[in-house]
């Protein structure tokens, strides 16, 4: 008899979308509300950086959001230092704290579009090397996924206890050849009583142990 070590058997497409789906989308609201945060703030306020694309996509949401109400307050900080100084004789002078009100908000929001602005450049340049990394991420998973794909049943590796060299009680020599065990094990079957999987060489029937702990 011998053993083989399978590797994890792929999740399930759907769950693993799923997943990915209801990941992507909290990082995303997480990047956008740290980047309006951070901009109103004027930058005190210094977010914890997630290298995921989900989330730095997000930032520049967040921060494309700053820079357009930012300019919306400027807009309107400058009407209230108009109106305020025109109405000045009806008012007495009193309309002049109207225009005062305007510079503080035509400047806070412009400090605000300012940093804004200076975020979506910054976000976009992380966004653009998260997905660099993301599809770097992706080869690899594709290449273990080509494995698995050709391998269902795992990759097969002989068990330490057949090799008279490890010193293993009992230790017995391997009936099946090194070339022919994944050929074996890819096509071994399994039973409903135990997790081993079986198969039939030589006139010999031959059990795969997942884990590596057969005997």
């Given amino acids: 008899m011998t053993s083989s070590v399978p590797t994890e058997k792929k999740e399930?497409?759907?769950i693993s979308t799923g997943k990915n789906i209801i990941t992507g989308g909290v990082l995303f609201i997480e990047g956008t509300?740290?980047?309006?945060?951070?901009?109103?703030?004027?930058?005190?306020?210094?977010?914890?950086?997630?290298?995921?694309?989900?989330?730095?996509l997000g930032r520049v949401v967040g921060h494309t959001v700053s820079t357009v109400g930012g300019t919306l307050g400027?807009?309107?900080?400058?009407?209230?230092?108009?109106?305020?100084?025109?109405?000045?004789?009806?008012?007495?002078?009193?309309?002049?704290?109207i225009t005062g009100a305007?510079?503080?908000?035509?400047?806070?929001?412009g400090g605000v579009t300012a940093k804004g602005s200076l975020g979506i450049f910054e976000s976009a340049g992380k966004f653009k090397d998260s997905l660099k990394n993301f599809d770097s991420s992706s080869?690899?998973?594709?290449?273990?996924?080509?494995?698995?794909?050709?391998?269902?049943?795992?990759?097969?590796?002989e068990h330490s206890k057949h090799n008279p060299k490890t010193k293993w009680k009992g230790a017995s020599e391997n009936p099946v050849p090194k070339e022919k065990g994944?050929?074996?094990?890819?096509?071994?079957?399994?039973?409903?009583?135990?997790k081993q999987l079986y198969?039939?060489?030589?006139?010999?029937?031959?059990?795969?142990?997942p884990g590596g702990d057969g005997t």
């Avoid at 977010?47 to 730095?56: A, L, V």
């Avoid at 594709?142 to 049943?153: L, R, T, V």
């Fill in 12 to 14: 399930n497409p759907i």
């Fill in 33 to 56: 509300g740290t980047a309006i945060f951070e901009d109103v703030m004027y930058g005190v306020y210094k977010p914890i950086e997630i290298n995921k694309s989900s989330y730095q």
């Fill in 74 to 97: 400027a807009i309107g900080g400058k009407g209230l230092e108009e109106g305020g100084i025109i109405a000045v004789p009806a008012t007495a002078g009193l309309s002049l704290g």
């Fill in 102 to 109: 305007g510079y503080i908000v035509s400047g806070y929001s």
């Fill in 139 to 157: 080869n690899n998973k594709s290449s273990g996924s080509e494995d698995i794909n050709k391998h269902p049943n795992g990759k097969y590796e």
């Fill in 182 to 194: 994944q050929e074996l094990l890819d096509k071994a079957y399994s039973s409903t009583k135990n």
């Fill in 199 to 209: 198969n039939y060489y030589d006139g010999k029937i031959i059990k795969f142990q």
